[in-house]
């Protein structure tokens, strides 16, 4: 069946560092792929979408590129902020209205 | 924002007693869902439903029920609480059926004692 696996966290950075926490996937067909961040105290919300393979979907300074040949979808930021301390979920569009998600990874960022 | 709310935000409760959780949506979203978060485990579906009266089971559905009589409110029920219920419970919506984006609410942390 269709799976999302996540680095396990926390990730511990220092400001301005480069970030990479990694998200492959296994799923049939191509699904449409998703990066949700969720911040202290919060609900989810959706930071980038790619819909097909080597689409880049892009959203405050983060990317993530659809692999389809490593089925991955890594997300990525040049320099991290201390205000990009949160909860990162990695999740695939399933074929039935749902979503599967990775168990997410949390990030901290040191000033 | 999808104008999703949930309440109580907040709730203690006692092994053994009813408890009802309700989302309600302003953007008469055809789809909403309840997961719940719990450390080490991400976000599992509980219950989702795809119509006013139409609701089906996900992965965790065992001691929750879910009702849904206007498209708007979508209640969770959890009959008699046990102490492994004890979480945070989200409520989210899917708008598009082209896109998958499920927006969410705001959250209820239930503890159960």
């Known amino acids: 069946g269709n799976s999302v696996t996540q680095m396990e966290g926390p990730v511990t950075l220092s400001e301005e560092a480069f970030l990479t926490i990694n998200c492959t996937y296994t799923a049939t067909g191509y699904p449409s792929l998703f990066w949700y961040v969720q911040y202290p105290g919060e609900g989810l919300q959706l930071l980038l979408k790619a819909t097909k393979a080597d689409d880049k979907g892009s959203n405050k300074g983060f990317e993530a590129t659809y692999r389809k040949e490593t089925t991955s979808f890594h997300l990525e930021k040049g320099s991290v902020q201390v205000s990009d301390s949160a909860v990162y979920f990695c999740a695939l569009a399933h074929s039935n209205y749902q979503l599967i998600w990775g168990a997410g990874t949390k990030l901290i960022i040191k000033p | 924002d999808a104008g999703i709310t949930q309440s109580p935000r907040h709730k203690v409760t006692e092994t053994g007693t009813p408890v009802t959780l309700r989302c309600h949506q302003t953007e008469n979203h055809r789809y909403m869902y309840w997961y719940r978060q719990d450390p080490g485990h991400g976000l599992r579906l509980i219950h989702y439903s795809y119509g006013v009266k139409d609701t089906d089971k996900g992965e965790v559905s065992d001691g929750y029920s879910v009702s849904r009589s206007k498209t708007e409110d979508f209640l969770l029920t959890l009959e008699s609480a046990t102490s492994s219920q004890t979480s945070v419970y989200f409520c989210?919506?899917?708008?598009?059926?082209?896109?998958?984006?499920?927006?969410f609410g705001p959250g209820t942390r239930l503890t159960v004692t």
């Open positions: 989210a919506t899917y708008a598009d059926r082209s896109s998958y984006e499920q927006y």
